[in-house]
C-alpha cells in the first residue's frame, strides 16, 4: 500500500503544481503585478500555490471531521480562488467557507450523485438572490480506502474551465492526504496493537517466580517481602499503563530497576548489574517498552539459559544530538546467523519478549537509521545498542 500512495501523493503534487500554475497564469494576466523577489507572476502563483496546499495539509492529515474540514477549507478557497468552498462528508456538509452560506443547506442534494457514482459534475448554482455571487458549482469526489468519503465544491461566479481542471486537481490532493490520515491511523493501531502484544508477552514465568521469591521472605525477612511487594506493584502498574505510546528514560530506567530487584530476589548473587547513566539524558522521550525487553532478554540469556553468574551493564550516555543506551550482558550469547533471522522475524525461536519488536518501533518512530545494534556470538554475549534523537517533531512523552 505505501508504494502505491507514495505514488498517488507524488501525481497528486505534480497535478497541483500545474494547477496553480494555470491559476497563476490567470492571476498575473489580472493583477500585472511583479515583485523582484520571487521571480516572475507565473513562478509566485506557483509557490503561493504550494505554500498554501502545505498550510491545508495538517489538519487534513488528522482525518476528515468538521473541525479538520474547516481549518482546511479556510485554506483551500483562496487556493482556488473562489467565491465560496465546501467540504461534506458521506452524510452532511463539514464545512463551508465564503459568501452564499444559504447555499449550504442544498449542497448535500447536489453532492448526492457524485457520492454514488465517484464522477465529478459541474454546473448551474440555482439562487433566486438576483446579488448572489454564487452561480456555478464544480463537484469532485473525495476518495479514501474504502471508496468516496466525501466531496469538494467550488463555488465560481461563472462557468470555467479553469476552476473545473483546478477543483478536481486540488480534491485529489485532497484526497491523497485523507489516504495518509488512515495510513497514520493504521499505523498507529499497529504501534498500539504490537505494545500490547509485549504486555501479553510479558512472561507469566517471570511473575510466577517473582511471586514465589517474595512468597519466600515472607518469614524470613518480612521488611524486604514488603519491599519486593511494592516494587512488584509498581513494575506492573508501570508496563500495563493505558497512558501514551512514548515515555520518559528516567520513567523505563526506573521499571528496569524494579524488574532487576525481583529478579536479583531470585537469583540473589548470580545476578552482578552495573548502572551507568548520565543524569542528563533522563528527560528524553522513547517509545514505551523498548528498553525493559532488552534487559529482559540480558537476564534469559545471561542467567536462565546458564547456570553461571551473569553481570548485566545498562548505560545511557549523552551523544549530542542523541541518547545512547547500551543492555550488555556476557551471557551464552548467539549465533550471529540466528539473530539475523530473528530480527526478520523468519525464526521461531521470536516467541516470547523478543527483540524484533523494539527494532520495528524504534525504526516506525525515527526512521531506518534509528534500529538496533546488536553484537554477539556464541559464548560471546551480547551487546544491544539504542541511538534515541532528543528531539524528534511527534515523539514526546506524555504524563498520566
Not at 5 to 21: F, K, N, S
Not at 81 to 99: F, I, Q
Request: glycine share 8%.
Amino acid at each position: 500500500m505505501s508504494g502505491t500512495l507514495l505514488a498517488a501523493l507524488t501525481a497528486a503534487g505534480a497535478l497541483l503544481t500545474a494547477a496553480g500554475y494555470a491559476l497563476g497564469r490567470l492571476a498575473a494576466r489580472r493583477s500585472g503585478r511583479d515583485c523582484l523577489d520571487l521571480g516572475t507572476p507565473v513562478e509566485r502563483a506557483t509557490f503561493h500555490t504550494l505554500h498554501t496546499a502545505s498550510l491545508a495539509a495538517p489538519p487534513l492529515r488528522a482525518g476528515l471531521t468538521e473541525d479538520t474540514a474547516r481549518k482546511a477549507a479556510r485554506r483551500l478557497r483562496p487556493l482556488l480562488g473562489t467565491e465560496a468552498l465546501a467540504l461534506t462528508g458521506r452524510t452532511a456538509v463539514l464545512a463551508w467557507d465564503g459568501s452564499g452560506a444559504h447555499h449550504a443547506d442544498q449542497v448535500m442534494e447536489r453532492v448526492a450523485e457524485v457520492l454514488e457514482t465517484g464522477r465529478g459534475q459541474s454546473l448551474r448554482a440555482e439562487c433566486e438572490d438576483p446579488a448572489c455571487p454564487l452561480r456555478w458549482a464544480v463537484i469532485a469526489p473525495l476518495t479514501g480506502e474504502d471508496g468516496v468519503a466525501g466531496a469538494l465544491v467550488a463555488y465560481g461566479s461563472h462557468e470555467s474551465a479553469v476552476l473545473v481542471r483546478a477543483a478536481t486537481e486540488v480534491a485529489r490532493w485532497v484526497s491523497v492526504q485523507l489516504e495518509l490520515a488512515e495510513l497514520d491511523l493504521s499505523r498507529t493501531r499497529l504501534i498500539e496493537a504490537e505494545i500490547r502484544a509485549l504486555r501479553a508477552q510479558i512472561s507469566p514465568h517471570f511473575v510466577y517466580n517473582s511471586l514465589a521469591a517474595i512468597a519466600s521472605f515472607v518469614r524470613t525477612d518480612p521488611e524486604r517481602a514488603r519491599e519486593l511487594l511494592l516494587e512488584f506493584a509498581d513494575f506492573t502498574r508501570y508496563s500495563f499503563r493505558r497512558h501514551g505510546d512514548f515515555t520518559r528514560l528516567a520513567d523505563e530506567l526506573r521499571s528496569i530497576e524494579q524488574y532487576l530487584a525481583l529478579a536479583g530476589a531470585r537469583f540473589g548473587d548470580r545476578l552482578r548489574v552495573t548502572l551507568q547513566i548520565a543524569p542528563e539524558v533522563l528527560p528524553v522521550s522513547l517509545p514505551f517498552l523498548c528498553l525493559q525487553p532488552l534487559v529482559e532478554n540480558a537476564v534469559k540469556h545471561g542467567l536462565e539459559d546458564s547456570r553461571t553468574t551473569c553481570r548485566i551493564t545498562i548505560a545511557a550516555q549523552d551523544a549530542g544530538a542523541e541518547a545512547v543506551v547500551t543492555v550488555e550482558d556476557d551471557g551464552v550469547g548467539m549465533d550471529p546467523a540466528v539473530l539475523r533471522a530473528i530480527l526478520a522475524g523468519e525464526h521461531p525461536r521470536t516467541s516470547g519478549i523478543g527483540l524484533p519488536n523494539v527494532d520495528e518501533r524504534l525504526r516506525q518512530a525515527y526512521g531506518d537509521d534509528y534500529g538496533l545494534v546488536v553484537e554477539t556470538g556464541v559464548d560471546a554475549g551480547m551487546k544491544v545498542t539504542v541511538r534515541i534523537p532528543k528531539y524528534r517533531a511527534g515523539v514526546h512523552a506524555d504524563t498520566p
